[in-house]
T-cell receptor, first 115, second 114 residues
Framework: EADIYQTPRYLVIGTGKKITLECSQT?????MYWYQQDPGMELHLIHY???????EKGDLSSESTVSRIRTEHFPLTLESARPSHTSQYLC??????????????FGSGTQLSVL | KNQVEQSPQSLIILEGKNCTLQ??????????LRWYKQDTGRGPVSLTI?????NTKSNGRYTATLDADTKQSSLHITASQLSDSASYIC?????????????FGRGTQLTVWP
């Protein structure tokens, strides 16, 4: 069982609101990721971090931002939510910096709906 | 272009039956291939990871095969149970850079009926 937690599980919010999706892991993993997933589609990497004070943009352009002040915490923020941001957001972590042979552990996800 | 294609897109089987899901990829240079199970509204959970030198790996009733020459993989589920209803995602890792990169398929949605 993965020790990685996301809150909230579901969020319905109005256009223009600022939101923060929380992700925490208790496994001491250095690398953390944020993925976006739409129904029936593949996961897209939007942000990742190598460790504290490290953040990088992923493959999919995103208007969100992330921070990594503590090893265990990797929150994602949307300054002004829009309906196009409606999606499922998945947080993941892995032990080593190289993803090549490391298993990813995923949180349960946050389903975001922007009205 | 590096891609991962899965088939079928969806599948319905009766409880107790076996099934096989397919994954074809064009990712190069290849590092490893993973199968994940994703229950509705949850995050994916790892089932197997296979490297270039492994051509089969089992995890309980799940058996994955890999043919690195033809760039194909399959996931065989034996004696299906209702709890097997989920999306099964094929993920391929490359070794084109120091840190590697993952390519995700769109998944096969499996429904097991009683």
């Amino acid at each position: 069982e993965a020790d990685i937690y996301q809150t909230p599980r579901y969020l319905v919010i109005g256009t223009g609101k600022k939101i923060t999706l929380e992700c925490s892991q208790t496994m001491g993993h250095d690398k953390m990721y944020w993925y976006q997933q739409d129904p029936g589609m593949e996961l897209h990497l939007i942000h990742y971090s190598y460790g504290v004070n490290s953040t990088e943009k992923g493959d999919l352009s995103s208007e969100s931002t992330v921070s990594r002040i503590r090893t265990e915490h990797f929150p994602l923020t949307l300054e002004s939510a829009r309906p196009s941001h409606t999606s499922q957001y998945l947080c993941a972590s892995s032990r080593s910096l190289s993803v090549t042979n490391e298993k990813l552990f995923f949180g349960s996800g946050t389903q975001l709906s922007v009205l | 272009k590096n891609q991962v294609e899965q088939s079928p897109q969806s599948l319905i089987i009766l409880e107790g039956k076996n099934c096989t899901l397919q994954c074809n990829y064009t990712v190069s240079p290849f590092s490893n291939l993973r199968w994940y199970k994703q229950d509705t509204g949850r995050g994916p959970v790892s089932l197997t990871i296979m490297t270039f030198s492994e051509n089969t790996k089992s995890n309980g009733r799940y058996t994955a095969t890999l043919d690195a020459d033809t760039k194909q993989s399959s996931l065989h589920i034996t004696a299906s149970q209702l709890s097997d209803s989920a999306s099964y995602i094929c993920v391929v890792a490359d070794r084109g850079s120091t840190l590697g990169r993952l390519y995700f398929g769109r998944g096969t949605q499996l429904t097991v009926w009683p």
